[in-house]
């Protein structure tokens, strides 16, 4: 069964490093949908609708470095529309807009935390918390969205310089999507031995952000392989996991608008939705 896609954005305060940030929220719910546009990016939903009665899983959404939610929206609303609340936070000084926190101590410990506060904020949400099943949450993360989801879900991340970032651990998370992970933070012995849920783990063949070497570190590390199901994306780039950018926006210059030669992003999406719908269908709600 597929839903209408409804629509609608929430603000967290975080009390600790007193700021807000946002969280566009996609989830079933009736009536029509229409297109609507977000800055360049347009997606049919319906926004504000009256969520759907029921209990559905929640997943969390994590952006790259630098990125931006609207990046993965043919994704999470692929997600809404099959039975999914997907949240997806704008990480604070990390994002398209402001990335002055892109090397800091504090962008390492607010990811995961974010995670973790995204969730705490759709369980509060007059609306949304009647229909969010707090006992199935998932998260999906690209790049330091893949670091962040790692970390929030019992990964213990080191600096290069061997600094241990603290980050508290989400028990609530249930399983894990990464595609092409930032994976060199848990380059160190233990550092994953506390991960004990199942994993779909992506590389891309021609990545030169995330190499398929690097990422292969949780393939090593984790402590229950039979727990991960790992693909790698023949010929494919870091960016080929974004929703595939209007034509205006495409540019040999604009490196997230491209792929390797040969590179069809637009074919591999559609496997890419089912992959993960599949995956997370089984693991939280037919586990």
């Known amino acids: 069964m597929e839903y209408c896609c409804g629509s609608r954005f929430l603000s967290c305060f975080d009390v600790k490093f007193e700021l807000n940030f946002p969280i566009w929220v996609l989830y079933p719910a009736d009536g029509p949908v229409w297109p609507v546009s977000f800055g360049p990016y347009t997606l049919e939903v319906n926004p504000d609708a009256a969520p759907l009665k029921g209990r559905f899983p929640l997943i969390v959404l994590s952006h790259g470095s630098g990125g931006s939610p ?13 039975g999914f609340i997907v949240a997806l936070p704008e990480h604070t000084g990390n994002n398209r807009d402001d990335n ?88 160190s012995d233990a550092s994953l031995d506390n991960v004990h849920i199942p994993i779909l783990l992506y590389a891309a063949e021609k990545d030169k952000v995330t190499p398929p070497d690097d990422v292969s570190i949780i393939l090593r590390r984790l402590p229950e392989p039979g727990l991960i199901t790992y693909k790698l994306v023949e010929n494919g780039g870091h960016y080929s996991f974004l929703t595939p950018f209007p034509a205006g926006l495409c540019s040999p210059q604009f490196l997230p608008s491209t792929d390797p030669e040969g590179f069809d992003r637009e074919a591999f999406q559609q496997v890419l939705k089912r992959e993960i719908l599949e995956f997370l269908e089984k693991n939280l709600i037919n586990c």
């Open 70 to 82: 609207f990046l993965y929206r043919e994704l999470a609303a692929f997600l809404a529309s099959h």
């Open 100 to 187: 002055s926190w892109s090397r800091r101590m504090e962008n390492y410990i607010c990811r995961p935390r974010f995670i973790s506060q995204s969730i705490n904020t759709l369980l509060a949400d007059a609306d949304l918390k009647t229909v969010v099943d707090p006992a199935a949450v998932g998260v999906v993360g690209h790049s330091m969205g893949g670091y962040a989801a790692l970390a929030a879900a019992g990964g213990l991340p080191w600096t290069k310089d061997g600094r241990l970032v603290p980050v508290d651990v989400d028990d609530r998370i249930k399983a894990l999507v990464l595609m092409a992970p930032a994976a060199g933070w848990f380059n």
